[in-house]
């Protein structure tokens, strides 16, 4: 079956930075597209970036362009979040995630959708300090 296991997460002061990994098993990686999303206390899960199979193609929310990086090794069954200068605001559980089917056009909206999604990892931690 799907298995994402997320990993990297951990405590940074402000201005600092964290490589989120989420190891991908249980299907072939490389014709999915997949996704990072985060969710702090008592708020909704919402899209951080997503990558198309091959990686030439990606997304950001507004909130963390310029500063996350979403990258894919298909070799390795491997996605990555790079997430540098990060603010206080960034401190939520992250997790990554696989579209429904490899066939999920999740480009035709200019938003990441949540829906889009249908596996999830357990989440990995990610805590900044002011």
């Known amino acids: 079956q799907v298995q994402l296991v997320e990993s990297g997460g951990g405590s940074v002061q402000a201005g600092g930075s964290l490589r989120l990994s989420c190891a991908a098993s249980?299907?072939?990686?490389?014709?999915?597209?997949m996704g990072w999303f985060r969710q702090s206390l008592g708020k909704e899960r919402e899209g951080v970036a997503i990558?198309?199979?091959?990686?030439?193609?990606?997304r950001y929310a507004d909130s963390v362009k310029g500063r996350f990086t979403i990258s894919r090794d298909n070799a390795k069954n491997t996605l990555y979040l790079e997430m540098n200068m990060l603010k206080p605001e960034d401190t939520a559980i992250y997790y990554c995630?696989?579209?429904?089917?490899?066939?999920?056009?999740?480009?035709?909206?200019?938003?990441?959708?949540?829906?889009?999604?249908?596996?999830w990892g357990q989440g990995t931690q990610v805590t900044v300090s002011s």
């Open positions: 995630a696989r579209t429904a089917y490899a066939s999920s056009s999740i480009w035709a909206t200019p938003s990441i959708q949540v829906a889009d999604f249908a596996h």
């Open positions: 249980g299907y072939s990686f490389n014709i999915y597209s």
């Open positions: 990558i198309s199979t091959g990686g030439s193609s990606t």
